[in-house]
């Protein structure tokens, strides 16, 4: 697993993105196919890289400007020595968990690349808040609590059914949605060797769906790259 980084939230909708980052610069989320041609790109834009460091989330290429890009590996893949690993690394197929889970619904599946291999998406009715003060806030928020961890009860259930029997032939487990109710369903003492293979990256999603569960294979499989330039920053 790579270590802890300020990932901002992963959208499943781009294949490429750009957004500012907390403390300076920009974060750029690739497809690993445009790996190769952003890295042509920077070296053109600063400067072929003086230097490229091994470090623990992946590559740090340090231009003769001063700009520096951090090439963050996605979830599952190896760690690389050079930039020609790395894109390669980043594109090979591997097999990883997605679990998506929000409020009343819940998206198990199994990647192999990007094509999905099996699925299952849950719903369950989870009452909305109410606008009802005194006695009748309190017994409609009882009954949405007890919905809600009924809804996280069939999640844990359908990932002990579908996940854990796949965990040993997991690269990681990619989660998303609401990270309460990721971290409430991985608290399943029998799902700890699912938990062990967990990202740190977090999708984005809106109510899981099988079409949700789909596009996220692409945010999953997404190159992060931390950019700051001092033209800019």
Not at 46 to 61: A, F, M, R, S, V
Not at 205 to 231: G, K, M, Q, S
Request: aromatic residues 4%.
């Amino acid at each position: 697993m790579s270590s802890r980084v300020p990932f901002p939230a992963v959208s499943y909708r781009r294949r490429m993105s750009s957004r500012p980052a907390a403390g300076g610069g920009r974060w750029v989320e690739l497809d690993p196919t445009r790996v190769a041609r952003w890295v042509q790109g920077f070296a053109d834009r600063h400067g072929p890289p003086t230097t490229t460091t091994i470090q623990g989330y992946g590559l740090l290429l340090a231009a003769p400007d001063g700009a520096t890009a951090e090439l963050h590996r996605p979830p599952g893949a190896p760690p690389s020595a050079d930039v020609p690993g790395f894109v390669a690394a980043a594109g090979a197929p591997r097999r990883l968990g997605l679990l998506l889970a929000r409020k009343g619904a819940v998206a198990v599946g199994v990647a192999d690349g990007t094509e999905l291999l099996v699925s299952k998406v849950d719903t369950r009715y989870v009452q909305g808040r109410t606008a009802a003060g005194g006695w009748s806030q309190q017994r409609f928020a009882r009954r949405r609590d007890n919905q809600a961890k009924a809804a996280l009860g069939d999640a844990v259930e359908l990932a002990v059914r579908l996940l854990l029997p796949e965990a040993a032939t997991l690269a990681a487990l990619v989660c998303g949605g609401d990270r309460r109710a990721v971290d409430t369903v991985l608290a399943d003492r029998r799902l700890a060797p699912l938990a062990a293979r967990r990202a740190d990256r977090l999708l984005d999603v809106p109510e899981p769906r099988h079409a949700v569960l789909v596009n996220a294979i692409t945010a999953a499989r997404a190159v992060h790259v931390l950019v700051r330039d001092p033209d800019r920053d």
